[in-house]
């Protein structure tokens, strides 16, 4: 029986190692779960931060631009051409982009029946006041 015992023994004492390791290993695996949320968490804010500071510069190009629109010094010369071009470009784009048909409701085909029930007019099957169904 010493035999069973010291085995006993050997397999409590392993298993308390192997459940102290997979506490350690759990508490490491939240630990980097936790740091890369973190990190996550501030990467999207300085995505967001620099997405603000280009609209800012926009705007303060923009302003510029329609300011001293005659004026433009030499140093961004070809950057207000760039950007007209930019705009010429999209206004062709989008003059060449093809149109949509709306469609045409031929007034000859739309057919209002009158509900039998209520006399509200409508062309589907059902009456959409009271639900009853419409007459021919």
């Not at 303060?60 to 004026?71: A, D, K, L, T």
């Amino acid at each position: 029986m010493g035999i069973l015992n010291d085995i006993s023994k050997k397999a409590q004492e392993y298993a308390g190692i192997a459940v102290d390791k997979a506490k350690d290993l759990a508490e490491v695996a939240a630990d980097k779960a936790q740091t890369l949320t973190d990190t996550a968490k501030i990467n999207m804010s300085i995505m967001s931060e620099q997405r603000e500071l280009e609209k800012n510069y926009r705007a303060i190009g923009e302003w510029f631009v329609s300011e001293y629109q005659g004026e433009i010094p030499d140093a961004v010369k070809d950057v207000v051409a760039a950007v007209a071009a930019s705009k010429e470009r999209i206004a062709q784009l989008e003059a060449s982009k093809p149109q949509k048909d709306e469609p045409v409701v031929d007034e000859a085909d739309v057919s209002f029946k009158v509900c039998p029930v209520c006399g509200a007019a409508s062309d589907s099957k059902f009456c959409p006041h009271c639900g009853a169904p419409m007459g021919e």
